[in-house]
């Protein structure tokens, strides 16, 4: 029996609620395809800044690189917030991972599920059969560009008089375009053969390379259609007609703002999985935050989560029909009328409002 | 009486169309109120770079700091778009009339029309009594700085192969987001008191920067209540809670990306106006595109030009009360049903569904 070595990375907030979830699924679903999970426990964000005082720990790294594949939850909340760029920050933990790995590509899928249709605040018949897959470069960018803040001591202020300056460097390589839109349009392939690049190429020098080599690349697939779009007009066009889009491929920043407008398709980022893949070993993990004005109180959605190991044994196992299996379970769930509070509409019964535990239980007896 | 200068822009695609319909509705609402409006129209956008190689001459430059007001269309078109960044650009003399002019306070109101309620693709209630500022920085950030494409013998390519590398920079000095923040606290304290700051202040040192500067400002203004908000957060609040917010200030490209996306509660772009001020002449603008598909037929909603007259009446003119009476009349047209092809609805009667000429006339009518 094969076994699998999964590094969990609980992290902050709601992270240790909802990963356990991730894990019962994940038990309950290699049992059921002769595949064994073994699972180390490590620390990532504002928990590793409390016990070790760095956001990622190097022992933590080296456990990701050795696993098959790496489960993260959340990272972040106010404790640890701070504008004094010379403090450590959760966050940097996970952009720390990301890059680490090498994970340059984020796949968010987002696809409404009938259940929830009427949980968003879009009109049903806005969002019927939206499936659209958001695929994020993760390793570059804004996110990774120098960037400082330093004090001037003419220029900065009004008039020329002193002041503070701050700079981010937003900088791209041509082959970290060029291996992103190839992920976009190999999944275009499998898909519905569209891909929208979305740019700000009447501004952007960074965006005019984008769309260069993402059109270089695009001769190679003829049989996938490419439409450029702008980024203004994309976080328009989401909401005015989001079925238009099959794959939408961008750069690191729009690609995070895109993604959490996208989320409300579906009625909640509870509902969000994501998948960061790279040349190494792969993460996975909701698109949501660590929602710390709920953490401990087990009522966070846990579905996210669960859906990010769907994505696992998919894309790190080749567990297709595990994958389904899964995807198919939560999809029984929410049919059945059970919600978490993020996810609850007019007609939930007062007994199908269940707690984070409750619904991975739900879940795995409909494996 | 009072003889104010208008510099007019009409830029490319529907721009002559909808700007013919702003000059209508000025002219009316002066003579209504004993101010004469002197006209002079100018190039600008990929209009300007067809006769004179630029798309901002001097010419349209000093008249446009010589008048009272500017009024500009849209400019921009697929016959001058391009990645070669030694080309000139349409958007390029936007940037450029923004820049020279100091505007960097771009005012984008987001208000739900009544009768307009169901041409948006969000449900009724989460549309109903919207009614936001969106207060974007306009001359700074990613659009001003320096940026650059070049070949690297090393690094750029994969595996370090030589390739193309760009980059643009994202900067900010302390006044620039102290004087946009102090215009986002004046207008919250005539409006509803709340204010949401709008960074990615967990990433980049721009937005600790500003959220630490923004923080500072509201210690001016106690009676306002200040939010920070998250960028990827906030496009995701626009649509599951519209209602939130009052005055949303932020740098230039969140401004861009989110105003956009901010059009759809009012069901559509081409109801949103904008104004631009700064310390010399103002400039009042659609903040919808050019349109080149729709230019030429007559079809295009002269609405957000139209709006952005009342805008300069309020701002340039003080002239409150002809400001009310175009809001008024513009209300009126839509309540009685008028609509051009973008706003149009189920229930729009054939004979009320209009072209550009024709809505600048009901206006007219009902000032
Ligand atoms: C927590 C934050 C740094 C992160 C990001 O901006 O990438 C998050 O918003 C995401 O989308 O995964
Ligand atoms: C045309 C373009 C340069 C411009 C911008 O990005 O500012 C437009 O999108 C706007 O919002 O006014």
Redesign the interface.
Known sequence: MATYRICVLPGDGIGPEIIAEGVKVLKAAGARHDVAFAFEEHLIGGAAIDATGTALPDVTLEAARVADAVLLAAV?GPAWDT???SQP?P?AGL?AIRSALGLYTNLRPVRTFPALADAS???PE?IEGVDLMIVRELTGG??F?T???FH?EE?????G?P?????????????EV??IARQAFELARVRRGRVHSID???????S??????VHRVAADYPDVELTDML???T??Q????PRQFDVVVTEN??G??????A??LTGS?GMLASASLGDGTALYEPSHGSAPDIAGKGIANPLAQILSVEMMLRYSFGMVAAADDIARAVAAVLDEGWRTGDIRQQGTRADQLVGTARMGDLVVERL
């Open positions: 972040g504008t004094d760029s920050r966050e952009l605040t879009l009109k806005v804004l996110y560009g960037r400082g803040r001037d220029g900065a202020g009004a008039d008089a002041g503070q300056r701050a700079y981010d460097t937003l900088e791209y390589r041509e082959y060029e291996r700000k190429a009447n501004v952007l020098d960074t005019r390379m984008w769309r260069e080599v980024v203004d007009n976080a328009m989401l909401v005015a007609n920043m729009f995070d703002i895109l993604s959490d407008e989320s409300m980022l």
